[in-house]
Each structure stands twice: as structure tokens, then as C-alpha cells.
């Protein structure tokens, strides 16, 4: 029977290949959100962000927002930081094409901010 120190190479090379087996995946883990997909902000016509919207348009101008609808992506930023909107919001007295902009505040922990134009 061969001693420890004479199988040492193999015992190595076992170590080596149990740690790698383990560290591809918590890699991949590390740089995942909570679903398991990679961070990504919130679409334009996301409840979310029609919901940021509204709240916004609603303090803003001092009225209450009736639609929130059409929303589309006119375009992101090449690494996706950014997403440029267009939306069609109706209050009591008019309907007005706004725009607005969804972006990362943080993106580790994954909060976005919106920000746009006003009624």
C-alpha cells in the first residue's frame, strides 16, 4: 500500500478539480440578482414604471393622472445603463406625449431611478 506523501500528486490534482467544480457556479452566483438572471432595469411599460411615472407626473402638477399608456422604448444606452421612454398621459383637461428615462441609481443592488419631462 502506497503512504500519503507517495499519492500526493493525485490527491492534488482531486483538490484542484473539487474546488473548480465549486467555483465556476458561485461565480456565476456573485453576479446574478436574486432570480438567477442578470440585472437589468425595468422596461418602459413595466406597472413598476408606469407606476414611478404617474406618482411623479401626479406631484409634479398638482393633477390627477386618469391614463398612462403607449409606453415604448425609444432607445438604451450600448451597455444598457439607460432606456429612453415615451409615453401618452391623460388627465381631466388634456392628453400630452411626455418622455422620461430609466436608469441605475445602484445598480449592485439593483434600484433604478426614473426621471422626465413634467406635464
Known sequence: MKSFNEDIGGYAFLGLLIATVWAIPLAVFL????????????RCDEARSLDQV????????????????????????????????TATVVTSDREAHIGFTI?????????????????
Not at 401626479?58 to 439607460?82: F, I, K, W
Not at 445602484?106 to 433604478?112: A, E, F
Open 31 to 42: 453576479h446574478r440578482d436574486a432570480h438567477g438572471s442578470p440585472m437589468e432595469l425595468p
Open 54 to 85: 404617474r406618482t411623479a407626473l401626479e406631484a409634479q402638477g398638482g393633477r390627477t393622472v386618469l391614463g398612462l399608456y403607449a409606453a415604448s422604448e425609444v432607445r438604451s444606452g450600448a451597455s444598457r445603463d439607460y432606456r429612453r421612454c
Open 103 to 119: 436608469g441605475w441609481h445602484d445598480r449592485r443592488n439593483g434600484i433604478p431611478f426614473w426621471t422626465g419631462d413634467g406635464l
